[in-house]
C-alpha cells in the first residue's frame, strides 16, 4: 500500500491530481482509491485530498494520516500547515516552490523534490493551476508511477471533461515538470506550532451552537471573529486598479465575494484591503473598463 | 369556567392564555379551526400577536423559527402534509433549541389522501428533535398548550415541542373544557428570556455553518437536552397539578395497573375508550390495567419497565405503521423492555381514521391475555381489517 497526501488549495486542482494518479495507478494495473476532504470550501481555502495505491482490493475508507508521500500544490501553505505530520518514516514530500530542497524548512529532514509548477502552469496552461505539473515532480521523485501511465491518465480524465486540446497540454504541463524535478533534502530547524482550534465540549458547546462575541484560548469565536482570518497569503495574484480608467460603478465592491473593496465615501474612491484579499481576480473580470489588473503577489 | 368546545378551539385558548408573540399560520384540516380562532383573537384585540399568514407550511416553520431566533414565544398547528411539507425545517429548529410550540392535529399522511385521524404524520418526524406529546381529551389539550410552553423553554430543555391531538375525535367534538385562569397561567408561565437570540444591540451567531468538528457535539448535546426534558416534564407535570388540580401523570398515565396481569399501551383518544373497557373488564374478573404512553419524545423507557414490570403480558396500540412489521410504539415498547420476558404483542387499528370501537379494544385485551397466559399468539395484530384473522 502506497500513501498519498495532497494539500492544496481551492481551485488549484488538489482533488483531480488525487484522482488522476490513481487513474494512472490502476492504467499500471493496480488498484487505487482517491477521495477529497472539504472543509468549508472557497476559492483559496486550504484543501486536503488523498490518493491510496495497492496491488489489491482497498478495503480502507478513511482519510490517510501516515502518507508515504507529501505532495504540496501551493508552498504558502508551508508557513502555516505541517504538511510533514505523521509522515512515514522514509518517506518523501514534493512541493511546488521556487526554492531548492535545501532551502525549505520542513521541520524535519526528509527527501524533497521541488518544481517551479506555477511558472510550468503559467507557461503551459495560461492559469495558476498546478495539479497536472505537480504530478510530473510526483513522478519522478517517487518511482511509483511511470511518466507514460500519468500522461495517458491525463488524457483520459482531463480529455473527458475539458477536451483533448487541454488534456494535451496539460500532459505537456506534467512532462516538462518532470524534467525540471530537484531532487534533495529538506531542513529541519523549524518548530511548527500546531494550529490552535476551539473545540469545546458538548456541554461546553453554547445551546444550539449559537455564538455571541467570544474570546477562547485558540482565538476569537462568534460575530467578527473573521478579523483573524487574514487571507492574503492564499494569493497568486493580487489586483492592481487604474485610478484613471476606473469609472466608480462599484461592480468590483458588489461582486467581491471577501468584502475587501471598501468605500471612501469622503474622497468617493475604493480601497482593498490586501489583508483579506485571496486573489481570486473577480473584481478584474467584472470590470468593465478593464481597470483591473491582476499581478504576481509572491515574485 | 367550564366552556363547551372542540379540541381546536382548547388549544387556541390555550396559546392565547400563553400570550404568544408570534403565529406564523397556514390552514390545513383538521387544524384549521386552531388558526381561525386565533386569528379571531388577534383581530378583536383579545390577542396581543403578530399573526402572519405565510404562503406555505416550510414557510410557517422557517418563521417560526426566525422569531423564535429573535426571542419572540411562537406557536402554530399544523396536520398531516403541512407537516410533512415542514420536515426540512423541523429537523433545523430542534438542533438550534428554539423553544416553539406547534400542535399537530393527527391525520392520514397521503397517499392515499385522506383527512382522518392516523399517527403516520406526526410519527414521521419523531426524529428530529422535536417533543411529542399525545393528548386523550380536550382539556388535555388545553393544558399541554401551556405545559409545553413550560417544558420547551426551560434552559435545561429549549427543545420545540408538539402536543398532538387526534384528528376530529378531538379537534371537532365539543366538550366541556376549564379555561384556566389568565393569572394563574402568567404565573405559572414566565415571560420567554433566551440567554443568546438575534439582536442588533448584541450580535449573535445562529444556524451557523458546522464542519464535522462540532456537529457531533452538537448532536450530542442535542441528546442531552432531550434527555433531561423527562426530569422537566415531570416536575412541570407536579407543579401544573399543585397549581391548576389536574394531574397527568408525567410522561405516562396508568390505570388500575396496581394489581393488573395483563396491560394494554395506548396513545391518544383511544386511551379514553379504553378506560371504560377496562372497567368493564375488571366487572367480569379480568385483571386487566390500562398505560397511557403520553410523551413519544422523550421516549419513557424507565416508566414504561416500572409501570409493566409486574404484568404477564403486554399490548401496545399503534395508530400508524413502521413498514418494517408493527407501529412505532410497538418497535419503541419492544426496545424499552429489552431484557424484560414478559411478551409483547402489537395491536394496529383506527388507521386511515377507521373508527377504535370498545369490541376492539376487548379483542386487544383478549389476545394479550391469551399471549400472557402462554398460549401462542401472532405479535402483530392489523383489527378490524378485511383480510386479516385476528
Known amino acids: 500500500m502506497f500513501e498519498v497526501r495532497f494539500h492544496g488549495r481551492g481551485g488549484q486542482g488538489a482533488v483531480m491530481a488525487a484522482q488522476t494518479l490513481a487513474e494512472a495507478a490502476v492504467i499500471e494495473g493496480n488498484y487505487a482509491v482517491a477521495f477529497p476532504f472539504f472543509g468549508a470550501e472557497r476559492r483559496g481555502a486550504p484543501v486536503l485530498a488523498f490518493t491510496r495505491i495497492d496491488s489489491k482490493k482497498i478495503y480502507s475508507k478513511t482519510q490517510i494520516y501516515s502518507p508515504d508521500c507529501v505532495v504540496v500544490l501551493d508552498d504558502s501553505l508551508l508557513d502555516t500547515i505541517d504538511v510533514v505530520a505523521g509522515l512515514k518514516p522514509g518517506g518523501s514530500v514534493v512541493i511546488n516552490s521556487r526554492d531548492k530542497p535545501e532551502d525549505i524548512d520542513l521541520g524535519i529532514s526528509v527527501k524533497t523534490a521541488v518544481v517551479d509548477a506555477t511558472s510550468v502552469a503559467l507557461e503551459i496552461l495560461k492559469a495558476p493551476i498546478t495539479n497536472t505539473a505537480i504530478l510530473g515532480a510526483f513522478a519522478r521523485a517517487t518511482g511509483i508511477i511511470k511518466l507514460e501511465s500519468l500522461e495517458e491518465a491525463i488524457k483520459r480524465r482531463f480529455g473527458e471533461k475539458l477536451g483533448e486540446k487541454i488534456a494535451e497540454r496539460n500532459s505537456l504541463a506534467a512532462r516538462t515538470a518532470y524534467g525540471k524535478t530537484v531532487i534533495g533534502t529538506s531542513k529541519g530547524i523549524k518548530k511548527l506550532e500546531p494550529k ?3 473545540l469545546p465540549t458538548y456541554q461546553e458547546l453554547p445551546a444550539g451552537g449559537s455564538l455571541i462575541e467570544g474570546k477562547t484560548d485558540a482565538g476569537l469565536i462568534g460575530p467578527g471573529s473573521f478579523i483573524e482570518n487574514k487571507v492574503s497569503g492564499w494569493a497568486t495574484f493580487r ?5 484613471e480608467k476606473c469609472t466608480m460603478c462599484l461592480l468590483c465592491w458588489f461582486y467581491c465575494p471577501e468584502g475587501t473593496i471598501v468605500r471612501i465615501s469622503d474622497r468617493g474612491d475604493l480601497m482593498t484591503n490586501y489583508d483579506y484579499c485571496k486573489g481570486c481576480g ?3 473580470n467584472e470590470c468593465p473598463v478593464d481597470a483591473i489588473k491582476m499581478v504576481r503577489a509572491r515574485v | 369556567m367550564k366552556k ?6 382548547a388549544v387556541a385558548l390555550g396559546a392565547k392564555l400563553c400570550r404568544v408573540d408570534v403565529v406564523p399560520a397556514y ?3 383538521p387544524q384549521t379551526l386552531i388558526i381561525e380562532h386565533i386569528a379571531d383573537f388577534v383581530n378583536d384585540g383579545e390577542m396581543d400577536a403578530k399573526f402572519l399568514t405565510m404562503e406555505s407550511e416550510h ?15 411562537v406557536f402554530t398547528a399544523t396536520s398531516s402534509q403541512g407537516l410533512a411539507f415542514m420536515y426540512e425545517m423541523l429537523y433545523a429548529t430542534a438542533p438550534l433549541r428554539l423553544p416553539i410550540v406547534m400542535v399537530n392535529a393527527n391525520r392520514t399522511l397521503g397517499g392515499p389522501p385522506g383527512i382522518w385521524c392516523e399517527h403516520n404524520d406526526s410519527m414521521g418526524v419523531r426524529d428530529s428533535g422535536w417533543l411529542q406529546v399525545y393528548v386523550e381529551d380536550n382539556q388535555e389539550a388545553l393544558d399541554m398548550v401551556i405545559q409545553s410552553f413550560r417544558i420547551a423553554e426551560d434552559k435545561r430543555v429549549l427543545l420545540p415541542v408538539m402536543p398532538c391531538l387526534d384528528g376530529f375525535v378531538l379537534t371537532h367534538t365539543v366538550e366541556p373544557v376549564d379555561v384556566p385562569q389568565q393569572e394563574d397561567v402568567d404565573s405559572f408561565l414566565p415571560a420567554f428570556a433566551p440567554d443568546i437570540m438575534l439582536d442588533p444591540a448584541r450580535p449573535a451567531m445562529m444556524g451557523i455553518f458546522m464542519p464535522a468538528e462540532y456537529i457531533m457535539e452538537l448532536r450530542r448535546q442535542t441528546m442531552g437536552a432531550v434527555e433531561s426534558a423527562k426530569k422537566v416534564i415531570r416536575e412541570i407535570n407536579d407543579e401544573f397539578a399543585r397549581v391548576f388540580g389536574r394531574n397527568y401523570g408525567g410522561m405516562i398515565d396508568t390505570y388500575m395497573m396496581e394489581d393488573a396481569e395483563v396491560a394494554l399501551v395506548t396513545m391518544g383518544t383511544v386511551t379514553s375508550t379504553s378506560r371504560e373497557v377496562v372497567e368493564e373488564l375488571r366487572k367480569a374478573g379480568k385483571k386487566v390495567g390500562l398505560v397511557k404512553l403520553r410523551f413519544f419524545r422523550p421516549f419513557p423507557s424507565e416508566d414504561l419497565r416500572k409501570a409493566l414490570s409486574g404484568v404477564s403480558a403486554v399490548g401496545v396500540f399503534d395508530r400508524s405503521i413502521s413498514y418494517h412489521g408493527g407501529g412505532p410504539a410497538f418497535n419503541e415498547i419492544q426496545s424499552a423492555l429489552y431484557g424484560m420476558t414478559v411478551p409483547v404483542i402489537n395491536h394496529l387499528a383506527g388507521i386511515g381514521g377507521r373508527d377504535v370501537t370498545r369490541e376492539q379494544i376487548i379483542k386487544m385485551f383478549e389476545i394479550t391475555i391469551k399471549a400472557g397466559n402462554g398460549e401462542k399468539v401472532n405479535p402483530i395484530n392489523w383489527h378490524n381489517t378485511r383480510g386479516e384473522t385476528v
Not at chain 2, 414557510?59 to 414565544?73: N, Q
Open chain 2, 4 to 9: 363547551v368546545i372542540t379540541g381546536d378551539h
Open chain 1, 239 to 243: 489586483p492592481l486598479r487604474d485610478r
Open chain 1, 282 to 284: 473577480v473584481c478584474a
Open chain 2, 27 to 29: 390552514p390545513i384540516t
Open chain 2, 59 to 73: 414557510s410557517v416553520m422557517s418563521a417560526a423559527a426566525a422569531a423564535s431566533a429573535a426571542g419572540a414565544r
Open chain 1, 196 to 198: 490552535k482550534q476551539w
